[in-house]
């Protein structure tokens, strides 16, 4: 997930849910399940692969290389509640 404002080993509890599958029947939001939420436990921070961002103007010798490697959380779920 995108990069959170939570302390690793801490508890956080998502609400915005999109869907709930539950074997047999399944729960599509509008845009969001009500009364659904997420509790997932914070493991640590980490970076996504690298990007290249090569920006190139032909005939006026322009060139330009960076790069960027996104911050993400990793959460390890612990419980869906509907």
Do not use: N, W
């Not at 801490?10 to 969001?32: K, M, W």
């Not at 960076?66 to 612990?78: C, F, M, P, S, V």
């Amino acid at each position: 997930m995108e990069r959170l404002a939570a302390e690793e080993g801490s508890t956080i509890e998502l609400d915005r849910v999109l869907l709930v599958a539950d074997g047999e029947r399944v729960t599509v939001g509008t845009p969001t399940v009500e009364g659904a939420k997420v509790i997932a436990e914070v493991l640590g921070e980490g970076k996504g692969e690298k990007i290249i961002v090569f920006k190139y103007k032909p005939k006026v010798h322009y060139r330009k290389k960076t790069g960027h490697r996104q911050i993400y959380t990793r959460l390890a779920i612990k419980e869906i509640v509907c």
